[in-house]
Structure formats: structure tokens, C-alpha cells
């Protein structure tokens, strides 16, 4: 349950939060990136679904460069102002294969549960059993 004042945490479940993270560092192994480009790439993992604010996703990427996860540089050609691009490095893409490890894991485990709780569901047994 979110804490009262804690604003676009509010919005934004404690999963989806952790979950841009190797969202960001997968859009970064295909190909260096700047911020806009990178909420826009969140779509594909259905993000948009739970919106994440962009301050969430700069504050993620200053401190995965901070842990050395990524690494960040001024692109200046081109028209308009310069843009900070974001390149993941060799230790990203290590935390990110951890990352996909675990969540192959948690999905393994939460299939388990759903099928288990549809067995339930299929078999009428809805009402709490309560034991003695």
C-alpha cells in the first residue's frame, strides 16, 4: 500500500519501479540511447500500463551509471540542444542476464501458483477451508 505523500509512487507499483530497470539495460544492449528515446521503448514491455514518470527513468539511469551499469555521454551533433546518450557496459549486461535469470525463476513460480489457483477455481472450492 503506498504511504501517503509518496506521489508518483502513488501510480506506480513497487514491481514496475524495479522492473524499468533491466527494461532500460535490455533497450541499451540493442543500441545506445538518449532518455525520450528510452520511456518511449518502455512500451514494448507494457509499461505504459503503469506509467512510469520520466524522473523515475532519469533517476534510474543516474544511478545505474552511478553503480557503473551504464555508461552516458553528450551527443551534440545534430540540430537542436545537446542530448546525454546512455550506452550500457560489460557489468550491465552481466546485472542483466542476473536479472533475466531471476525473472525466468518468478515466472516459473507464478505459473506454478495460477495454475494452481485456477485448479481451485475449476473445482468450485472458493470459499476458504478452515481447519482445526
Not at 11 to 23: D, G, S, T
Not at 80 to 102: C, H, K, N
Amino acid at each position: 500500500m503506498p504511504r501517503k505523500g509518496a506521489g508518483w509512487r502513488k501510480n506506480c507499483p513497487r514491481r514496475i519501479r524495479r522492473f524499468v530497470e533491466p527494461c532500460l539495460l535490455l533497450l541499451l544492449h540493442r543500441d545506445r540511447s538518449h532518455g525520450y528515446d528510452l520511456l518511449e521503448g518502455l512500451r514494448e514491455f507494457s509499461v505504459h500500463q503503469n506509467p512510469v514518470d520520466s524522473s523515475v527513468v532519469y533517476r534510474t539511469l543516474r544511478e545505474m551509471e552511478q553503480a557503473g551499469l551504464v555508461v552516458s555521454d553528450w551527443e551534440t551533433e545534430g540540430s537542436g540542444p545537446p542530448r546525454r546518450v546512455y550506452g550500457v557496459t560489460s557489468l550491465g549486461d552481466e546485472y542483466l542476464a542476473r536479472w533475466v535469470q531471476d525473472l525466468r525463476e518468478t515466472d516459473r513460480v507464478l505459473h506454478a501458483f495460477l495454475a494452481a489457483y485456477d485448479t481451485l477455481e475449476l473445482s468450485g472450492e472458493r470459499e476458504p477451508q478452515l481447519r482445526q
